[in-house]
């Protein structure tokens, strides 16, 4: 969480002006395993660090100020976009540690689940209630959002992450393609 202004600022390079006039985060003596988006003040649970620093953690919520809080969803079965663009930041911030790079994360992915996983059987577009919040939710998702920037490049791909947030047109459009 110390690295909050620093990760804040880095996410800006991807998505554009941060959308909010304060930033932070909290880890409340609570026994939850989960964090939470909370526009403009994270919530931790003191599981997420238990094992030491979890940066990879304040990239995921801190991405969802951007895709989650600024830019939300019309209805709960396209949480693969909120999950989707929060899961891909944490493969840009691998790439930015140098701990592999966003193609080779997607790909161990891919490669970590056979055909028959039913990984594959949850449909990240419309997992149901059941499965809304399912790992396959995120890392398609993510995928989803590597498979994109495969298709259209990286300079028209920085341009939409950046753009989305900030423009109703690209916004539509992007459901337009979900459709």
Known sequence: MERTAEITDW????????PFNS???????TTTGYALETQTRVFYSPRQFANGSNTSVVVHELAHQWYGDDVSLSAWKDIWINEGFARYAQWLWSEHEDEGTTQELADYVYASHPADDPFWTVAPGDPGPEHQFDIAVYDRGALAVQALRNEIGDDAFFAVLKGWPKDPPVRRAAAAIRA
């Open 23 to 29: 930033v932070g985060g909290y880890v409340p003596n």
């Open 11 to 18: 996410l800006t390079g991807y998505f554009g002006p941060y």
